[in-house]
C-alpha cells in the first residue's frame, strides 16, 4: 500500500476490505511522505521493519528485488489525486498489478498516458469505483441487461454530501485539507471526489456513454477554490437522456448516491444508503423491492453476496467485492475480461467527463460534446 | 364551472374541494361545449335546469342578470389551456370573480393581457396551484421565511409521472386527448402541464425568482408532437441555483412531486405523495420529520389542519385550502393580499419561466434569460 | 345529527365525510345537551332555526311530523359512548336509519339489546368503523377473499397513540374529558376507544374471528382510571393466531394503527399513516407495494378511489366511503347486505371483545372465551 | 474454531468479522465431527495441517501442548445449541477463553453449571449476540441510560423471519436440518434460535429484567416438532410491560428484528434491516432519525463506528464489534467489566428466559415466573 496512513478515511477501507475474504495480506507499504510517519503507521499495522519504506520509490525497488514467491503481488495506491499516475506508472513498470482510488488522474491527458502504460505493461490495473460493488447494483446492471426495462430512455444520478457545508478546518491555508487544494486535488472539486462516481455508476448499470453534457458549477462557500456542487444535464450517444448532480453543500446528506434508470417499459432506483434494495416498476404493476439473498435474482447478484437474506451488507463489503474479482483476475484462471471490476478504461471516461464538464462550466454552461476515447 | 364535465378528473377534484368546507355552493354551469352534455351532466349534479349553461356566454348574460343575491358570486374554470384566458376575460369584465385552473394561458402575452384585465377589473383572480394548499407546504414556507435554513443555496424540485408512457389512446389522431395537442394545449407538454406546478411550488416555500434557465426538452414516445420530458438548470436571481425536472414517461412515479431546499445552515424535503411528511435536517443534528397536527408547527401550518395528527389529509384537502383562502378574500373581511392563494401574478410568472424554458430548448439548451415582469 | 357540536373532533369528521360525494345534506340537530350551545352550532352550520333542536328527544318528535320528503332520512349519533343506545334505540323506534359512532355500548348486553331493536325495526344501522373505508383495506380484504395468502396463520394488529401520555388536561376532575369518566365512557380504556378499531379492522381484511383471548391492561399515567395501554394474544377459531396491541401513551405514534396478515403463501402490512400503501409479499418474490388508480387492483379497491394514482387520499375519503355505501344502502337500490359498511353486527362482536379481554385483564392475564353471540 | 465448516453459515460470519480489524488470526480448528471434512475445510483457510483437528477434545490436548506464544488465545464454539456446553466446559478447564454462539445451552440447569465453571475458570465467556453490536443499538443504550426516556413504559420486541414458513429440505428425516430436531436443537424452536435475540437485545438497551410472562407457542407448519411462532406478554420487574414476537413462518420478513422502547418522556425504535437508522420521539417534538459517524451522538456510539457518515455498516461490522471488545477484554489492559459483550451471565438469563416460557406454553399460555438467578 502506498498512502492511507493515520487520518486517511480510505486507507482503512481498503484494508477491511483486503481482509474481509481471507484472500489478501497487506505485506508491505509506504504509508506517508514523511518517513517516520511511514514507519510508525506500518509498525501499528504489525509489519515487519523491513517491509515498511520510506517512499514508493524505495518500496518498489526493494520489492522487486525479493524472490517472487515473497513479494508483493500487487500494489494498493490511496494517495491524492495528483500522485496516482506517478506511481501507477511506477508499480506497472516495474511488473506490479495496480489498486488505485479514484480519480484516476488529474488530467485527461495524463489519464490517456497511463492508459498506455497500462497496456503495454500487460499488468491489470483495478480503479476502485466502489459503489459498482454492491449486490443491488450487480443486480441493477444484470436486470438493464437483460432487456427487462426495454430500451433506456432517462438517468438521474445524484450524489448529495452535506460536509462542505461550512468551511473545513483551515481549508484556504497552507495546511489544509487536500482536497480543496487545486495543485493536489486537481482541477475539479465535488464533481471529481463523487461526480466521477454518479458517472462511473450510471454507466456500469445502463451502460450508456455520454456524448455532450452541459454543466453548472457552484462554489457556495465563500474563498472556496474549487465547486462544491455541480448540476449537469447529459445527452447519451443512444438519444437517452440523463440530469447528474453532485453537491457537498446539501445538508440532510451524509453520502447518498441515489441513481434511477427508466426505460421504456420498467424503471429502477437505488440509493447507496439503504443499499440492500433495489426498486423496480413497471407499467401497470406494483413497485417491487429486491433485496439480496434470494432466488429471484440474477446470478451476477447472487455471486457477490456473502450472507442470508436480511442480514444487511454494507459499504465495506461491496469494497471487498472489486477486491474479490480483482484477485480472481490476478490469480490468472479466469480471464480479466471475465471478471467484473473498474479499470483504467473507466478513469481514462471519468477523466474525460471532469474535462468536458469542466470545459462547458467555463463556458457558462455551454453544451459541449465529450471527446474522442 | 365551466367546464369539468363528463371525463374531467379536474372537475371533479374542484367539486369536492368546493364542498369540503361548507363554504360553497355549486349553483350553475356550463359543463361542455356540447349542450346536450352540459345539461345532462349539470342535471346529474342536481342543478335547477334554467342555472344550466349551453355555453359559458349564455351563462355570463344568464347570470348577470339575476339578483345580485342569487347570482354566482364566482366562476371556475376548469377548461382546455387555450381558453382560459377568453374565458376568464369575459367573466372578469362582467364583474365575476374567477377561479381557473392552471397553466394560465399559452402565451406569455396573452397571460400579460389578463393581468391587465384583472388589475382593471377590481375582481379577484385564484390560479390554483394546489399543491401549495398542503399544509406541509406551508410549513416549509412559514420556515424558510422564519429563516432557519439561512441563506438558500439550493432548489431541487422533480415532478415525475407515468402516464404517458406508453402512446395515450388515441394520440395522434383528430378526436385524441386534448393534452397531446398543440392547439388546445399550447407549445409545451409535461413543462405546462406539471413543470408550472412544480416551478410555482418552488417559488412558493423558497420566494426565490428565477433569473437564467437552460432547458432539455424529449419527446421519447414516437410521433409525440409536445415533449414529455424536460430537464433544466436554473440560476436564481439571488445566486441560488436549481434542478427541475418534469416527466410524464419517469415510470414507477405516479405523481411524484418532490422539492428539496436547501440553505446555509438547514434543508427542507417534501414529497408530494407522502405530503403529511415535511423533512428537515441541519448540521450536526439528527434529521426530523415534522408533520401536521403538532404544537411545534408555525401558526400558518396549524391554520391549514382540519383533523388531529395522525389523520392523514391528502389532495382534496390541500386543494380545498386554495378554496378555504379564496372565499375569505372574496367575503371581503380580510385583504385579499392577506390570504393565501396563487394569483395572475403566479400564472404571468409561471408563463414567462414556460416561455424562457421553450426558447432555451429550441435553441438546443442555450441559457436564456427569463423576461422581465 | 345527534351530538358533534363545539370542541368535537369527530363531529366534524363525519360533517366532512357527508358532504364529500354529493349525496347527503345535513338538515337538522340536536348538536349539545345544552339547548343553547346546539343552537349557536346549528347556526355556525347555516340550518334553519327550526331545525335545530334542543335535544334528540325533541329532534325525533319534530322531524316524524314533518312530510316525508322533508325530514331527515337518518340520524348520525357522535355522542360520548354511554348515550349511543338509548339514542339509537329511539330513532330506530321512530322509524329512522342511525349511523353511530363506535364503539356501539358500554356492555355487551346493551349492544345485544340493541340488535333486537335495528332486527324488529327494519332500519339501517351503520356503525362508524371507519378505518375499513380505506381503498387499500378493500383491496386487502379482497386479496384475502381472492386466496392468494393461503390459509390464514398469524394476525399481528397494533393500535399505538401518544395523546394520554401525560395526563390530559382536568383529567380525573369533575368537568374533566369524558373519555377518562367510566360513566361516560365505559368500563374500558383505550381498548375501546381505538382497540375496538383494531379488532374490527382485522376481522374486516381477515374475516377471522377471535375464540379466546388473554389481555394485559395497564394505567401507567397515575391515578388515571382507565387503561391506556393494553396487549393481547389471541387465539382464532380457525386456529389462526394474533397479537393485538392498543395503547396512548406510546410517544412517537399519532394514530398508528397497523395491520400485518400472515398466509401460509403471502403476507400483507397495511399502515393507516401510508393509507395509500398496501404491501404484499409472497415466497421468494420480491416484496410488492400496492397503491391507489392502479388497473391491477380488484374492482372493489377501485370503486373506492375517487382520485387518480399518485393524488393521495385519507382520512376524510374513507370515512365518506362509509357513507358512500350506507346511502347506498338507504336508497334501496341495492340490498343493504351488498353494500360494505359495518353495521350492528360489528358492533355487537366489538362489545363481546370488550368484554372478553375486561374479563381476562381482571382475572390477572387468565385466557378467555369469547361469548357465543 | 471448533465447527463453522462447509454449510454453515455462522461460521463464516464468525470468520469474516474476526479478520476485519486484524486483531485475530484464527490458526486452529475443528471443523466438523467428520474429521475428514474438518480436515478438507481447514485446508481451504490455509491452515497449516497440524493445526487442523479431528475433534474438539483432540484440538485441546494439542493446542495445551503447545508453548504459550504458539497455543490459541481463545476458541470459537459454532455447533449445534446441545454441544456448546461440555464443548465450552472443556476449553475452560484447559484454561482458554471461550467465545460461543447463541443459545448458551439446552437448558437452564446446564447454563447454571456452565456459569459456575466460568467462575471457577477465571477465564473470559463471550455469547455472540451480536445485535448488541451494532452502532445504533449502542446508541439506543446509551440514550435509555442518560434518562433521556424517562422512566421506561414499554417494550415491542419482535422477531420475524420467513425461512421456515414451508418445510425446510428433509425436515423431519433422520439426517434432516438439526434446527428442527429436539434432541440437537433443544426443546424449543424459534424462541431458542431467534427470540433469545429479541430477549436480549431488549434487556441490553432497556436494562430491563423480565419477572412474569405468558407464552403462546405454535407450529404451524404441518408435522414440525418444535414452534415456528411464538408470542409473548412480559411484566418486567420494573413495572413496565413488554410483548415478545418470535415467529419463522412471517412471509416477508427476512430477518426483521426490530425494538421500539417507550418510556415517560420519548420513545425508540430500530430496526435490524435498516441498522444505521435509530429514530427517536418525544412529546411535542417531530420525530429524529439519528444515523452513526455524528457529532451528536454518544461516545459509546461513535466509539464502535468504522466508516464516515453514510457509508452503511451492516452484520459483519456489529458482529466485529462483540469481537472488538472481548479481545480488548482479553489482552488484559482493560478489566473485562468495562468492556462491552455478552457473558455466561446473559446466556444464563437467556435460558431461564427459554425455560420459563417454554413451561408458559405448555400449560396453555397460564403465566409464569422467571426463576431466580
Avoid at 423491492?289 to 447472487?302: K, M, T, V
Amino acid at each position: 500500500m502506498v498512502g492511507g496512513g493515520t487520518g486517511s478515511f480510505i486507507g482503512e477501507v481498503h484494508r477491511m476490505a483486503m481482509r474481509l475474504d481471507n484472500q489478501i495480506e497487506l505485506t508491505a507499504g509506504a504509508f506517508s511522505t514523511n518517513p517516520a510517519k511511514s514507519r510508525a503507521f506500518g509498525a501499528e499495522l504489525l509489519l515487519p521493519s523491513d517491509r515498511i519504506y520510506d517512499s514508493y520509490v524505495e518500496m518498489i525497488e526493494s520489492e522487486a528485488m525479493l524472490p517472487e514467491a515473497e513479494r508483493i503481488d500487487f500494489v494498493v495506491i490511496v494517495t491524492p489525486n495528483a500522485t496516482h499516475v506517478p506511481i501507477a506508472r511506477a508499480f506497472l513498470e516495474a511488473g506490479f498489478h495496480v489498486v488505485c482510488d479514484k480519480p484516476l488522474a488529474t488530467s485527461l491527458k495524463d489519464a490517456l498516458e497511463l492508459r498506455e502504460i497500462v497496456q503495454a505493461s500487460g499488468k491489470l490495473f483495478v480503479l476502485t469505483h466502489n459503489y459498482t460493488g454492491y449486490v443491488m447494483v450487480k443486480e441493477a446492471r444484470a436486470i438493464v441487461l437483460s432487456g427487462r426495462l426495454g430500451k433506456l430512455r432517462k438517468v438521474v444520478v445524484e450524489y448529495p454530501q452535506a460536509w462542505m457545508s461550512h468551511p473545513l478546518p483551515n481549508e484556504g491555508r497552507p495546511k489544509g485539507p487536500w482536497r480543496a487544494d487545486p495543485a493536489q486535488n486537481g482541477p475539479s472539486g465535488c464533481l471529481a471526489d463523487i461526480g466521477t462516481h454518479a458517472e462511473n455508476l450510471a454507466r456500469y448499470i445502463s451502460g450508456l456513454h455520454i456524448a455532450e453534457l452541459c454543466a453548472e458549477f457552484t462554489s457556495f462557500v465563500p474563498h472556496r477554490r474549487l465547486e462544491d456542487d455541480a448540476s449537469l444535464l447529459l445527452r447519451y450517444g443512444s438519444g437517452a437522456k440523463g440530469i447528474l448532480s453532485a453537491s457537498q453543500i446539501s445538508i440532510g446528506h451524509d453520502n447518498s448516491l441515489t441513481i434511477r434508470i427508466y426505460g421504456e417499459e420498467a424503471a429502477l432506483t437505488w440509493r447507496q444508503e439503504q443499499p440492500n434494495e433495489l426498486r423496480m416498476a413497471g407499467i401497470n404493476s406494483p413497485e417491487q423491492i429486491l433485496s439480496p439473498g434470494h432466488d429471484y435474482l440474477s446470478e451476477e447478484a447472487r455471486r457477490f453476496t456473502r450472507l442470508p437474506s436480511g442480514h444487511p451488507e454494507g459499504f465495506i463489503e461491496a469494497f471487498a467485492n472489486i477486491y474479490r474479482e480483482a484477485t480472481r483476475a490476478m490469480r490468472g484462471d479466469t480471464p480479466a475480461v471475465e471478471c467484473d471490476f473498474p479499470t483504467v478504461d473507466d478513469g481514462v471516461e471519468g477523466m474525460a467527463f471532469l474535462e468536458c464538464a469542466g470545459q462547458s462550466a467555463r463556458a457558462g454552461g455551454e453544451w459541449a460534446r465529450m471527446p474522442k476515447l
